[in-house]
């Protein structure tokens, strides 16, 4: 594991909170209003990874203006209103040069596009320049995707951690790779700074939010090698404190994206190594929403390689780190962990006492201290894990009853969810004696399977053919298992 040195620093000049747009947030948790600001991406047509991270530094100053397209949806959002009445600073005082027009602008969600033409950088004012290099070191901390600066390392960065469509930058990584090079030379390697943190923060988000729209399988290989960078990017150092600590945290994030995506493409041995690296990334940096965090994926995963004794354990270690941090919400989802792991153990009085725990957590509504890696959990989650327990139980009825909510109330921007629930609706269904529903349930899985690929929904849709083929004689039943042996 890595370690990091840190020199002293000038500190940095503390940005000012953005209180207009903490009023315009209302009473709406981070997540919850970034899960608005995507809705209201998509109805003009733009891409934006917004979570509860990104509206906490656009509160708290650290981002004073957004990119074009975070401008269009926020403008889109809060009509007759301009950027500086969203409380922003004007774009020229930010970037220290002429604002661009709109069409050069890029966004995390998008192919990363050259902002700058040869032409451009011809005639533009070197005067500015060499203002904008000299300045670089003492403006206010912002998110690296929100400002351009010239800075040749950065726009390498981000080509190193973003792509375009369904995969992952891997093998090229310009001058990220050259800490593994240096490395495998015997040679120093440059500490890291704050934008080699922001790029690691911004590959943990994009991976999060491809898997959400397509599934793990197709990512899960090309995960490592960023992981790989991150992790010499902690041999390197860091330049400041506050930086190493977010390499470490950043590190160990990306070590837990990078389990599930093996969790869920089927590889437990795989996965099991991830996350005990990040839990030991998080003891390491004494990091209790790391450490909650890696216990919970170790508990699904336990549970999920038939290992319920070790689920439970998991779980309530899970809660023990977590319980300091005040979130209500990662206590909900740590209870469903422990009820998943009694299930598996045929504990049903247990299963019951976690779930209602789970429930009452729920309950006590969204917080601000409800990590950013939550921003999936909503009540479509808590009803889909809820259906796992009582199908684990044998309890089709109820397990059919809860899948049907999670598929319901799920947002269609997390397209592996639906699938995963409509597939668990299809198995309770089977199981409970419902094959023309069940099928139907499949069909619509099935449709999902072109933008999704998991092995453990194809796992689950697996064994519920299995069920149904001696109802073959159903048109449903005959239409879903033609359509599943040519997929």
């Known amino acids: 594991m890595a370690s990091s040195t840190v020199t002293s620093a000038q500190p940095e000049r503390p940005p000012r909170p953005n209180l207009a747009f903490r009023r315009l947030r209302g009473k709406r948790s981070p997540a919850e209003f970034a899960a608005a600001v995507r809705r209201a991406a998509r109805e003009i047509g733009e891409r934006v990874s917004c979570d509860a991270r990104y509206v906490g530094r656009v509160e708290a100053g650290e981002i004073r203006c957004p990119n074009y397209a975070y401008e269009r949806v926020f403008l889109h959002m809060f009509p007759g209103r301009t950027l500086t009445d969203l409380g922003f600073a004007p774009r020229s005082s930010v970037r220290g040069r002429q604002a661009r027009g709109a069409g050069e602008s890029w966004e995390a969600g998008e192919p990363y596009k050259t902002h700058d033409t040869r032409d451009d950088r011809d005639t533009r004012d070197t005067r500015d320049n060499r203002n904008s290099r000299n300045s670089r070191n003492n403006r206010d901390t912002q998110d690296l995707y929100e400002t351009h600066d010239n800075n040749e390392e950065s726009d390498v960065l ?173 206590m909900s989802l740590l209870s469903l962990r422990e009820a998943g792991g009694w299930a598996g153990l045929a504990d049903r009085v247990g299963c019951e006492q976690a779930l209602v725990r789970a429930q009452t957590f729920y309950g006590r509504g969204p917080s601000d201290t409800d990590p950013e890696w939550m921003s999936f959990y909503g009540e479509a989650e808590l009803e889909g894990l809820e259906a796992q327990c009582w199908s684990t139980l044998g309890d089709w009825p109820r397990a059919a009853r809860h899948a049907r909510r999670a598929a319901d109330l799920q947002d269609p921007h997390f397209t592996r969810n639906l699938a995963l629930y409509s597939a668990e609706l299809a198995d309770d269904l089977a199981r409970g004696g419902h094959p023309d529903e069940a099928a139907a349930a499949g069909l619509r899985v099935l449709d999902l399977l072109g933008e999704v690929q998991s092995s453990r929904i194809h796992t689950m849709l697996a064994g519920t053919t299995r069920v149904l083929l001696p109802h073959r004689r159903s048109p449903t039943v005959s239409t879903f298992l033609d359509r599943h042996a040519s997929a």
């Open 158 to 330: 981000r080509r190193a951690f973003m792509t375009s469509g369904a995969t992952v930058a891997a093998a090229s990584l310009g001058p990220l790779g050259l800490a593994l090079d240096a490395a495998a030379a015997g040679r120093p390697t440059r500490r890291a700074g704050t934008g080699e943190a922001g790029a690691l923060e911004e590959a943990v988000r994009r991976i999060r939010l491809l898997d959400d729209r397509h599934g793990a399988d197709g990512l899960y290989r090309r995960a490592a090698a960023p992981l790989r960078t991150a992790y010499a990017l902690l041999d390197a150092g860091a330049s400041r404190q506050a930086t190493a600590d977010r390499l470490y945290t950043g590190a160990g994030e990306l070590a837990i994206s990078v389990g599930w995506l093996a969790h869920d493409s089927g590889r437990f041995d795989d996965a099991r190594s991830h996350y005990a690296e990040a839990l030991a990334t998080a003891r390491m940096n004494g990091d209790a929403g790391l450490e909650a965090h890696a216990f919970c994926n170790m508990a699904f995963l336990a549970r999920d390689a038939g290992r319920p004794r070790e689920a439970v354990r998991a779980a309530q270690a899970a809660q023990r780190a977590a319980r300091p941090l005040g979130s209500d919400r990662l």
